[in-house]
């Protein structure tokens, strides 16, 4: 997936690059520009969140091949909705292995 240019907000004194270049040249590579704020956390969760968002959307539209993790994609354990697997239990939630009573 191609990253998220961002930049800080709270740092205009500091800008180096102007935010018409940067929506510029996100246009032009396919990709998402958001104005971020590590100090007041402005956008920082939008940004993960439509990054994720794009994700999903590549890989149910067949971009991403989930099952190839030379995509840079890696599927974690699956749980069952109805009893997740607990920290620290594996699959062996509920047995006498586990050291649960």
């Not at 007041?40 to 939008?46: I, Q, Y």
Request: with cysteine.
């Amino acid at each position: 997936c191609k990253r998220i240019p961002s930049i800080f907000s709270d740092l205009e004194s500091r800008r180096e690059v102007k935010k018409e270049e940067g929506e510029a040249f996100a246009r032009e590579h396919g990709l998402v520009f958001m104005e971020t704020s590590a100090r007041t956390a402005a956008n920082v969760e939008e940004a993960f969140i439509n990054t994720a968002k794009e994700i999903y959307e590549k890989i149910q539209e067949g971009v991403f091949d989930i099952n190839n993790e030379a995509n840079g994609i890696k599927i974690g354990q699956q749980h069952s909705p109805t009893y997740p697997a607990l920290p620290g239990t594996g699959s062996q939630a509920g047995s006498a292995s586990s050291g649960c009573c």
